[in-house]
């Protein structure tokens, strides 16, 4: 258990993310550059005698390069996905909130755990309204919301996963939930990081992505609920479209 300010607590945050971003990127681009290079290796093996490639030989490296262009693919479109996450704010300082969950989902299927093990239900109403977003804190609360709950999800082996958002009122509502268990004692305490002694915080290595969470979502007046319910743990979050 380690007692930071608000400030160090910020970049601690911050570093820790983009250690995760970049882990995650290497391991997901691992896969698809080796199977580029076991289809080059092969493709070179065939044509490495110096004769006619026989119709059969054309047909499997045909198959191969198709298999390749998927997996250039993959690749581009981790990259952008992990692009879009570090420039999200839109230069109005409004954020179109269903094509950022859109993303964050994308970029949540790169985790093995969650895209095999987790079974995920997305529901993004039509039309949600454009949010009037703090160029930093709501973006960043939600991407660390999502990630505390499926890092939380895969230490205790969870795999049910939803993600609704609706409008509600004047504004939208998201809701959250981890279901068929509840999320650790770890994750709720960090809900209200703040120490009884002031305006510092005290928390430990797994709470690092909740408490970041809740602070910047609570920064920027955005309404959190946390409630544990007989299928699991809710949260559920009210943003104002103006």
Do not use: W
């Amino acid at each position: 258990m380690i007692r930071l300010s608000r400030e160090a607590f910020a970049e601690v945050s911050m570093f820790t993310s983009v250690g995760k971003l970049v882990k995650g990127l290497i391991h997901n681009l691992n896969g698809p550059l080796q199977n580029l290079g076991m289809d080059m290796d092969m493709i070179r093996f065939s044509l490495g005698n110096g004769e006619n490639p026989s119709p059969a030989v054309i047909e499997e490296i045909q198959t191969r390069i198709c298999r390749m262009e998927g997996e250039f693919e993959q690749i581009n479109r981790l990259i952008r996905a992990a692009a879009a996450r570090v420039t999200t704010d839109e230069d109005d300082g409004y954020l179109s909130l269903g094509d950022f969950l859109d993303q964050e989902i994308t970029f949540l299927n790169t985790n093995l755990y969650f895209k095999h093990r987790v079974q995920s239900e997305v529901l993004l109403e039509d039309d949600l309204p454009r949010l009037r977003a703090l160029p930093q804190e709501v973006p960043s609360g939600l991407r660390s919301l999502l990630e505390a709950v499926t890092e939380d999800m895969e230490r205790r082996e969870m795999d049910a996963f939803s993600l609704r958002a609706r409008k509600h009122g004047s504004g939208i509502e998201v809701r959250v939930t981890a279901g068929r268990d509840h999320l650790s004692d770890e994750f709720l305490k960090a809900v209200h990081p703040l120490s009884p002694e002031g305006d510092s915080l005290r928390v430990n290595r797994e709470q690092i992505a909740a408490a970041h969470a809740f602070i910047r979502l609570e920064e920027a007046g955005v309404k959190c609920e946390v409630t544990e319910e007989a299928g699991g743990t809710g949260i559920t979050l009210t943003l104002e479209t103006q």
